[in-house]
């Protein structure tokens, strides 16, 4: 990639030009952002005025207090930090666990399996949603946070993404582990694990982003306004004949916080991850 920078450098024609297309998109993709939050500091009022200033004469704060009282935040955010939290994790560990199968292990049929386990990703969520929904309520876990969970514990796309990683490994690394007295398991936490901490950070973005901002499977499987997540909860913003924006937009600005602060922490592992990807060690 340094390389290719390197040769872009030399050609500078071509490389300003590449620079001012990727700072046009660049800027494109931040309009919704800086709308939301010039809209999140302005009065209804305010925000409607034609033509609208991009930098407010005076900040209206008072969006992001009221957002707290206006409905139950604090029990919105907390339940979708706790969801996204628990689904994150148990998501990558389990994946993590059938991908290493899956690229290690001898197991009988495991190919056919493994084709039969893509099909989650060919297969939209929608065609699966009603026999799913039967299934979690006879188990008596509708209108739970442990029954939203339980359909969320795997996913096809963390299962592909470690298994393309794990596979790119030498065997000889678990042949030598195991020549060391290592089981599958050691050598699974102890070597695997480590190594995929590039792999580990882009699953962990990916399944963070999805879970904070899913909408559709909290409004099927959570009823009761004590287990509702953010997404729900910011729809009280919208009645049938209005909408209050500024508290929507200052809602959405804090509800946006926790997956910028994800990428933050994740973002070296994240870019060394693309940045390796189809190469083999």
Known sequence: MQDAIAKLKSTKPLYWLLLAVLVIFSLATLFPFLWMISASLRTDVDLFKNPMNWIPQSLYLNNYKEVW????????????VKLSVIITVLQVVICSMAAYA?????VPFKNLIFILFMTNLMMPWHSIMVPQFSVVSSLGLYNSHAGYILIQLFSGFGIFLMRQFFMS????????????????WKIF??????????????????????????YLAPLIYLNDDTLK??????????????????????????ATIPMVAVFLLGE???MQSVATTGMKN
Not at 69 to 80: E, K, W
Not at 229 to 254: N, P, R
């Open 69 to 80: 009282t206006a409905i139950p935040f604090a029990q919105y955010f907390l339940n979708t």
């Open 102 to 106: 899956f690229a290690k292990l001898k």
């Open 169 to 184: 490994l030498p065997n000889e690394l678990n042949e030598a582990a195991r020549v060391d007295g290592y089981n599958e």
């Open 189 to 214: 936490w102890r070597i695997m694990m480590p190594l995929s901490a590039a792999s580990l950070s882009t699953l962990t973005i990916f399944t963070f982003t999805f879970m904070w901002n899913d």
């Open 229 to 254: 997540t953010l997404q729900l909860g910011m729809k009280a913003f919208q009645t049938e004949h209005t909408m209050d924006y500024g508290l929507l937009m200052a809602g959405t600005v804090i």
């Open 268 to 270: 070296r592992f994240f």
